[in-house]
């Protein structure tokens, strides 16, 4: 391998693996002679990768972790892995790990070859995700997330196609402030340039996103930051209601069973809990989600969600009379 620039890239890819490289195997591999890989050696730890060497005949090489590494060198495989990887845990709001996902996958997608995006589009296009959804079957386009993401980060102008709750469809034209993920839902905080006004918008009803090109200077938010102005948004547009149940089991298995923002139940003993918590989300929602914890419970409030579960109750009792003795599923 007579290129020299290509021929740094590979041996940081191989480098790059958790293994220590005899230099005869590296000479090997890239085609050129023991005391070539040496001189490449230097030229990497002039770039500033901390490439450690071993004593011996025939010497080992591996590269050593740092706090200030310089940019990773990825090959197809792993560029396509990693960017699939980060779309799974961005378009599904996987709790903890949603923002960063969206971040890093902004920044990958910007650096792809399009031969890569389009293996990776493909891949993601033909895999169907089991997961347990928002409750709403609403599912969000990684492709949206990373544009907004882009804009966001770079003071962009938005437009999108947008769907309110009553299914009227508009064009909208934003200056993106920041995107927030609630751990079932994405939100995007914006300032929307027609109505003047700041507002959010949720991320699975946005669609053909793009951005425009003009730059804004960024806008005082009306308040701490992003995640509180959502926060204050809905709970002005819906209701809010405290839910209070018990459960007959420990409270590390109930807690097991829901989804961390409804908050942690506290132990009454060894085999009992309680949960009190507030939601924005529809009463047919969380009977569903309650009844699914899959143990004996009690809910105490609020009233309507007594009589959601009611009805849920009557509802599967009606089916399960339905199927003929002995049926299978």
């Given at each position: ?8 890239l590979n041996l940081l890819s191989l480098l790059q693996t958790p293994r220590e490289w005899p230099g005869s195997e590296l000479a090997e591999r890239l085609g050129v002679s023991p005391r070539t890989i040496r001189r490449d050696i230097e030229r990497l730890r002039d770039l500033g990768y901390p490439v450690q060497a071993t004593m011996g005949a025939d010497g080992g090489y591996r590269l ?266």
């Amino acid at each position: 391998m007579t290129d020299t620039p290509a021929r740094l890239l590979n041996l940081l890819s191989l480098l790059q693996t958790p293994r220590e490289w005899p230099g005869s195997e590296l000479a090997e591999r890239l085609g050129v002679s023991p005391r070539t890989i040496r001189r490449d050696i230097e030229r990497l730890r002039d770039l500033g990768y901390p490439v450690q060497a071993t004593m011996g005949a025939d010497g080992g090489y591996r590269l050593a972790a740092g706090a200030a590494m310089p940019p990773l060198v990825l090959d197809d495989e792993e560029a396509v892995a990693i960017a699939v990887g980060l779309r799974a845990g961005a378009g599904h709001a996987v709790e903890g790990i949603e923002e960063a996902s969206v971040r890093a996958l902004a920044k990958l997608e910007q650096v792809l070859p399009s031969r890569l995006r389009h293996r990776v589009s493909a891949l993601q296009n033909a895999t169907v995700p089991l997961t347990w959804g928002s409750g709403d079957g609403a599912t969000v386009d990684p492709h949206t997330l990373t544009a907004m993401a882009a804009a966001a980060t770079g003071h962009e102008r938005l437009r999108f196609a947008y769907r309110t709750g009553d299914g009227t469809r508009t064009r909208r034209l934003v200056e993106p402030h920041q995107l927030v993920s609630t751990g079932r839902r994405w939100y995007l905080v914006a300032y929307d340039i027609d109505r003047e006004d700041w507002r959010t918008f949720r991320v699975d009803r946005v669609s053909e996103p793009f951005a425009t090109g003009a730059r804004f200077a960024p806008r005082e938010l009306p308040a701490a930051d992003a995640a509180e102005y959502l926060s204050r948004s809905l709970s002005g547009s819906q209701p809010t209601y405290r839910v209070v149940a018990t459960f007959s089991a420990p409270a590390d298995f109930v807690a097991s069973r829901l989804p961390g923002w409804l908050g942690t139940p506290t132990a009454l003993g060894s085999d009992s809990c309680r949960l009190d918590t507030t939601t924005s989300d529809s009463l047919e929602w969380m009977a569903f989600r309650l009844a699914i914890v899959d143990c004996e419970f009690t809910v105490h409030e609020p009233a309507e969600l007594v009589e959601h579960l009611r009805g849920l109750g009557a509802r599967i009792s009606r089916a399960a009379e339905r199927c003929p003795q002995g049926q299978g599923t």
